[in-house]
């Protein structure tokens, strides 16, 4: 994995294209000549109309399961938040935490681009290494796991001396905004970008905690620190009770939909609402969604529908999975209508995703001959 992004999309694009351009045009004019058929199509529509949700006043929310903290999707995903056009955020407990642990231990970590041939002792000796294996790269045990353990340990203690219970997220929140984890940099000789070993560009939970965006972490538990917590709990230096539960975030979340609902002028109540931008399958995404049929059916409250709807997945229907059920089956949910803009990419994520947000925030101009 590199962490430039985005000089490395430039290149690529000038490179590849450079031979039948006769003027300038950005990356969203690229999808346009190009981009015809298939998930290609899929993708230039369905980047074309989160534009236009954005344009027309709407809001959105990301969805993300996976491993792309892991696999580097901050790199656009923080300028998305950082630029106003990411307005929440649902995620596995090991995105949140992976985020912050490449900020603090990205020298540390160790790539493998021939993975597909290791054998079972190549991966013991990863272990033995205090590596911790995510398909092409590794996130370091010592320098990620045990640098943030006993900071977030403190907050715990701390919380729970004073009475207080947060949700996940805002725990990171707190630390991040003191710069508790400035100037522990893992390895040695690390080059210290304002005093994180990575660059704090590049950390989508950074930027999120300086907007203070509202997140959802459903089933937090299922991540490293939320084993170790759990550890401490069973230990009983802790009590479970300091970290709100996932049926809080539900609680808290009808009240954030409301709000980021509304019109492009909260007199008008118009406008395209909030969108759905998923990212994978799984517990990030089955949960917010279902925000909207529990309003109207469990609150028995007027609500908007999601206004608009995108995920990338390659997960199959005919198995009967959630992750790969079709927008239209969520209309017989309650999730979504008949007019709501959907789109489903059946392809790489780690791709897709990136190529999205570059031509949303229009970062690169690409020079035709």
């Known amino acids: 994995m590199h962490s430039r992004w985005g000089e490395g999309l430039y290149l690529f694009l000038q490179i590849l294209y450079n031979k039948n351009m006769s003027k300038e045009t950005n990356i969203l ?5 190009l981009f015809f058929n298939f998930n290609a199509r899929q993708m230039k529509d369905a980047t074309l109309a989160f534009k236009k949700h954005l344009d027309d006043g709407g809001k959105m929310l990301v969805a993300m399961g996976g491993a792309m903290s892991s696999a580097q999707l901050g790199i656009t995903l923080a300028p998305m938040i950082k630029e106003g056009k990411i307005h929440a955020i649902s995620c596995t407990g ?12 990205h020298n540390s970590y160790k790539d ?10 190549d991966d013991e000796a990863i272990l033995n290494r205090g590596e911790r294996r995510v398909t092409d790269t590794s996130i ?3 320098e990620a ?14 919380a729970e001396k004073n009475g207080q219970r947060f949700f996940p997220h805002e725990y990171f929140y707190q630390i991040l905004l003191s710069d508790e984890l400035k100037g522990k940099p893992a390895s040695p000789g690390a080059t210290s970008q304002g005093g994180y070993e990575g660059n704090p560009e590049h950390c989508w939970l950074l930027e999120a905690a300086k907007k203070n965006l509202p997140i959802v972490v459903p089933g937090w538990e299922d991540s490293t620190l939320g084993n170790i917590f759990a550890g401490y709990c069973k230990a ?3 009590k479970p009770s300091v970290i ?4 809080e975030y539900m609680v808290q979340l009808y009240d954030w939909y409301q709000e980021l609902s509304k019109g492009a002028t909260p007199e008008d109540g118009q406008g395209p609402g909030l969108g759905f931008y998923q990212i994978g399958g799984g517990i990030s995404g089955d949960f917010p969604i279902c925000v909207v049929p529990s309003i109207k059916y469990d609150l028995k409250q007027k609500v908007r529908p999601w206004g608009y709807f995108c995920q990338i997945s390659d997960s199959t229907t005919s198995y009967g999975s959630y992750s790969g059920a079709t927008p239209n089956e969520k209309i017989t949910w309650d999730k979504l209508t008949k007019h709501t803009p959907m789109f489903v990419i059946e392809s790489d994520a780690t791709i897709v995703a990136p190529l999205m947000f570059e031509a949303i925030l229009d970062r690169y101009t690409l020079k035709e001959k």
């Open 145 to 158: 796991f045990r640098v943030v353990e006993p900071i977030i340990l403190k907050r715990w203690k701390e």
């Open 140 to 142: 370091p045990e010592e």
């Open 29 to 33: 004019g690229l999808f346009q000549k």
């Open 94 to 105: 090991a995105n949140l935490e992976e985020s912050v642990f490449r900020l603090v231990a």
């Open 112 to 121: 493998y681009p021939d993975y597909r041939y290791f054998t079972k002792e």
């Open 244 to 247: 709100k539960t996932g049926v």
């Open 236 to 238: 009983g230096e802790i």
